[in-house]
C-alpha cells in the first residue's frame, strides 16, 4: 500500500458538492499543461555581529506537456545552484540538472510508441550522464485543469449572486474549453484578447439561463480574473498508461566507467482527480539489465503524489519517493525512502511562500530531516 493511500484514507475524500459535471466528463483532442518556477531560500548565522556562515539556493523547474492523436510529447527539467560559505573554510559551490524529454506517437486507438531521453549532471560527475529508452505502450492522459478552473468559477459567481445556480452540464463544459483556448485568443487577438476571451465566457453563462443580470457584474469579472490569472490551482491530470521497452546508457558520468548492458523498462503511471480540489498520481518504474543477471539485478522507483487545494491561496503537496535496489551477485535489497511535506501560500502577483519539510531514510542510516521555506515565483 503506497503512502498516497494511506493519505486518502486519512483525510478521505472532500465532502460531495452537488454538481452537474464530473471532473472526467472533460475530453479534448488536444490536452496541454505548462509551467516554469523559479525557487530562491537563503539562511546566515551571527556571531558577535558578523556573518560566520550562509547558505543559498536558486532552482529552476520546467515542465511541459502536450497530448494530441496521433503526437505527444513532455518535457521535464529541473536544475540547481547553491552557494554555501563559512569564515574558515571559504565558499563552496554546489549545482545539478536534470532533464527529460519524451516524445510519442498513436499508432492505433491508445496504443502508441515512445522515445524516452533523459540526462542528469552532478557536479561532482565527469561529463552528463545520458540514456535513451525506446518503448512500444497503451493508455492516455487528459488535462482537465479547464473544467476545474471553470467550475471553481461557477462556485465564486454562485456565492456573489452573479448567477442563481449550476450551470448545464453542456454549459459549464463549453465554458471549460473556451477557458482551455486561451493561447488560441492570445495568438489571433494580440494584446486585446483578454477581452474578447471573456465576452465569449459571458456569452456561454448568459446562455445558460443562470446569470441574474443582462451582463456580468464588476465583482464577477473580478473573481474571474482571480480563478484565471492569479490562483495557483494544481494540474488535473486523468487517466493511465502502461508501456514497455529497452533502456540504454548513451554516456556514463565518469569516463572510466562501461557502459552497462540495455535493460528491460516498464513503467506504468496513473493520475486521478479526487473531486475538486485533491489530486492523486503515482508512477512506478522497473528497469532490470538484459543477459545473466536479468531479474537478478534491478531498480523499483516508485513515485506518489497527493496534491489538497486547502483553500484558494493554501495547498498541500506530500511527495513520496521509494528506491528498492537490488544488487548482483549478492542479491542484497536496498530500499531507500524520501517524504516531502509541502505548504504553499499564495501571496502576491505569482508569488508563493513555500514550507517544505523532508524525511529520508536511507538503507541501514538513520532517519534525516530537512526544513526549508522558499520564495517561489511562477514565471507561468
Do not use: C
Not at 534491478?298 to 483553500?311: C, D, Q, R
Not at 495547498?315 to 535496489?325: A, F, G, R, T, V
Request: proline residues 4%; positive net charge.
Amino acid at each position: 500500500m503506497t503512502l498516497a493511500i494511506l493519505i486518502l484514507m486519512i483525510f478521505g475524500a472532500e465532502p460531495v458538492r452537488p454538481q452537474n459535471v464530473g471532473i472526467t466528463d472533460y475530453k479534448t483532442p488536444t490536452s496541454r499543461a505548462q509551467s516554469f518556477f523559479i525557487d530562491f531560500n537563503s539562511s546566515y548565522s551571527m556571531k558577535g555581529g558578523r556573518i560566520n556562515s550562509g547558505r543559498g539556493n536558486l532552482e529552476l523547474t520546467y515542465r511541459r506537456f502536450y497530448d494530441s492523436i496521433p503526437f505527444g510529447y513532455s518535457i521535464d527539467a529541473i536544475g540547481s545552484f547553491s552557494l554555501e560559505g563559512e569564515e574558515k573554510e571559504g565558499t563552496k559551490v554546489d549545482y545539478l540538472s536534470d532533464a527529460g524529454f519524451r516524445i510519442k506517437k498513436y499508432i492505433e486507438g491508445d496504443a502508441f510508441g515512445s522515445l524516452n531521453l533523459h540526462q542528469s549532471y552532478l557536479k561532482s560527475y565527469d561529463r552528463p550522464a545520458v540514456d535513451l529508452t525506446a518503448s512500444l505502450g497503451y493508455g492516455r492522459f487528459m488535462n482537465a485543469t479547464a473544467l476545474a478552473k471553470a467550475v471553481r468559477i461557477e462556485d465564486l459567481l454562485i456565492e456573489e449572486g452573479v448567477i442563481s445556480g449550476r450551470m448545464p452540464r453542456e454549459n459549464i463544459l463549453d465554458l471549460a474549453k473556451v477557458i482551455d483556448r486561451e493561447r488560441e485568443y492570445r495568438e489571433k487577438f494580440g494584446p486585446i484578447y483578454r477581452e474578447r476571451w471573456y465576452e465569449d465566457m459571458e456569452g456561454i453563462i448568459r446562455d445558460s439561463g443562470k446569470l441574474t443580470q443582462e451582463h456580468i457584474s464588476a465583482i464577477g469579472v473580478l473573481r474571474m480574473q482571480e480563478v484565471l490569472t492569479r490562483e495557483r490551482i494544481t494540474d488535473r491530470l486523468y487517466g493511465w498508461d502502461l508501456s514497455v521497452g529497452v533502456k540504454q546508457e548513451l554516456m556514463m558520468p565518469r569516463k572510466e566507467t562501461k557502459r552497462p548492458a540495455p535493460a528491460l523498462d516498464l513503467t506504468v503511471r496513473y493520475a486521478r482527480p479526487l473531486g475538486w480540489r485533491i489530486m492523486w498520481s503515482e508512477e512506478m518504474v522497473v528497469n532490470s539489465p538484459f543477459g545473466p543477471r536479468f531479474l537478478d539485478e534491478y531498480k523499483v522507483a516508485l513515485t506518489s503524489l497527493f496534491a489538497y487545494e486547502i483553500a484558494n491561496r493554501i495547498s498541500l503537496n506530500i511527495n513520496h519517493l521509494l528506491n528498492l535496489n537490488r544488487s548482483y551477485p549478492k542479491g542484497k535489497l536496498a530500499l531507500n525512502n524520501l517524504l516531502n511535506v509541502i505548504f504553499i501560500f499564495y501571496i502576491e502577483n505569482k508569488l508563493n511562500l513555500v514550507l517544505s519539510e523532508k524525511i529520508s531514510k536511507p538503507e541501514n542510516e538513520k532517519i534525516k530531516t530537512a526544513f526549508a521555506m522558499t520564495l517561489n515565483y511562477r514565471i507561468f
